[in-house]
């Protein structure tokens, strides 16, 4: 006798399996792409965010789009390009009602994404940003959590970076601390700790902590040519 067993239930995705899903075609696009799109999100913000995030972008654009090529032996093309890191979770521990607040998350939010990274947001604050940017972008590319879903977020493996608005003893005494003890991914910390002058976020090399580098050597010397040299080399012996 066949027992036919009933199906079980799909277990749902959790937000960081969902930003993964999506991290490769965003980060595809390329840093040019990206600005145009979060360009056009910026404009629904209030005028003090809207300027940080625009000047982001336009940073990010300035520092990153392009592909260097690098010194080589002859015969072989190197080129060093960047890339996102993944999955970014942002937010603030300052207090979200200030309008400091509101300035710092925007440039948090529109660097990691402009990176080529899905953001995670957190509580009301975030789901402002959310809620501007969602219609530009593909689903899952920027989501919202609530406030008690925060320690799991910051437990998973799969998170790539955190890039959070705090004091200095937050930074020294906790989250460092967390983020250590964690196995497998290292998760970055871009940490903000003056919310008066937002100066690390303010520096024009912000966006580097956001992205990885890839180097990429190509061989540009011909299989025919490589024989022909053999061969009169040999000629030249003889």
């Known amino acids: 006798m066949t027992t036919i067993m009933p199906a079980s239930e799909p277990t749902p995705a959790t937000p960081l399996h969902t930003a993964a899903s999506v991290f490769e075609p965003w980060n595809a696009l390329g840093v040019n792409t990206r600005t145009q799109i979060l360009s056009q999100a910026a404009q629904s913000l209030s005028l003090a965010p809207q300027k940080m ?4 972008l336009a940073n990010a654009q300035k520092k990153l789009a392009q592909t260097h090529i690098m010194p080589g032996p002859t015969g072989e093309l190197n080129e060093l390009s960047n890339l996102g890191r993944g999955s970014f979770l942002c937010l603030s521990l300052m207090g979200n009602d200030t309008e400091q ?3 710092g998350l925007a440039g948090q939010i529109f660097t990691a994404l402009v990176t080529g990274n899905p953001v995670i947001t957190v509580g009301k604050i975030g789901q402002v940003f ?5 219609p530009f972008v593909a689903p899952g590319v920027i989501q919202n959590i609530a406030d008690n879903a925060l320690d799991a977020i910051i437990e998973a493996n799969p998170l790539a970076g955190v890039a959070l608005l705090c004091d200095d003893a937050t930074v020294v005494n906790t989250l460092n601390t967390r983020l250590a003890a964690k ?5 970055q910390l871009v940490a903000e700790t003056s919310s008066a002058t937002l100066s690390t976020i303010a520096q024009p090399h912000y966006a580097l902590r956001f992205v990885t580098e ?8 011909a299989i025919g040519g490589n024989a022909t040299l053999l061969e009169l080399g040999s000629l030249d012996e003889a």
Do not use: E, K
């Not at 959310?130 to 969602?134: E, F, G, L, P, V």
């Not at 890839?214 to 010397?221: L, Q």
């Open 101 to 103: 607040s509101t300035i």
């Open 53 to 56: 995030a625009l000047w982001q």
């Open 183 to 187: 196995d497998g991914l290292i998760t």
């Open 130 to 134: 959310t809620d501007a940017i969602a």
């Open 214 to 221: 890839r180097t990429v050597s190509i061989n540009t010397t």
